[in-house]
């Protein structure tokens, strides 16, 4: 989504607040989606409840839009810091994987 959507979905949805981790502010999102974009993966650190940690991955259709999502949810205690980027990894690849068994291709955006 382009930060225009991104901004307008917000300002309709809101953000629910979940743990003293969850992003508040459209700002913060927006920081975390461009980091999002860059690695390939999204992370939630015990955004949505307290002592767990996920990893996820998009994959596309034909026409480069996200047709769904590949994620991996353990705890916090299970998975050091140093972990994370090899998690990632191994989510993207498997996402990837999912986009050519559809016929997608990958966002431009990422």
Request: overall charge negative; some cysteine; aromatic content about 4%.
């Amino acid at each position: 989504m382009s930060e225009e959507s991104v901004r307008a979905l917000i300002e309709e949805a809101g953000m629910a607040v979940h743990t003293s981790k969850t992003l508040t502010d459209v700002d913060g999102l927006l920081e975390d989606l461009a980091r999002v974009r860059a690695e390939g993966y999204a992370t939630d650190d015990e955004e949505e409840a307290e002592g767990v940690f996920c990893v996820g991955a998009a994959f596309f259709d034909h026409q480069a839009k996200c047709a769904g999502a590949l994620s991996i949810t353990g705890l916090k205690v299970d998975v050091p810091l140093r972990e994370v980027a090899r998690l990632g990894a191994i989510v993207r690849e498997h996402a990837d994987r999912v986009t050519l068994l559809l016929g997608g291709v990958r966002s431009r955006a990422m």
